[in-house]
């Protein structure tokens, strides 16, 4: 059903958006999207992160119980 819309379905579908909620509400909303797409990169990233260094953590932490047990 949604492959035949086309350009022009998505120009009426766009008209009748903006003129029931408006200019304004329609801006504000964008914005909100945008803050949260931001905020997910973010947690991605933070994620990806705490990732890296919990395997660091686990490199050193065999390492220095190799050499404990050389010695």
Do not use: C, H, W, Y
């Amino acid at each position: 059903m949604l492959n035949n819309i086309g350009l022009p379905g998505l120009l009426l579908i766009a008209v009748v958006v903006l003129v029931l909620f408006g200019r304004g509400k329609i801006s504000s909303l964008m914005g909100e999207v945008g803050k949260g797409i931001t905020s997910f990169k973010k947690g991605v990233a933070d994620g990806n992160k705490e990732i890296e260094d919990a395997g660091q953590e686990t490199e050193t932490v065999a390492k220095t119980d190799d050499e404990k047990d050389k010695a």
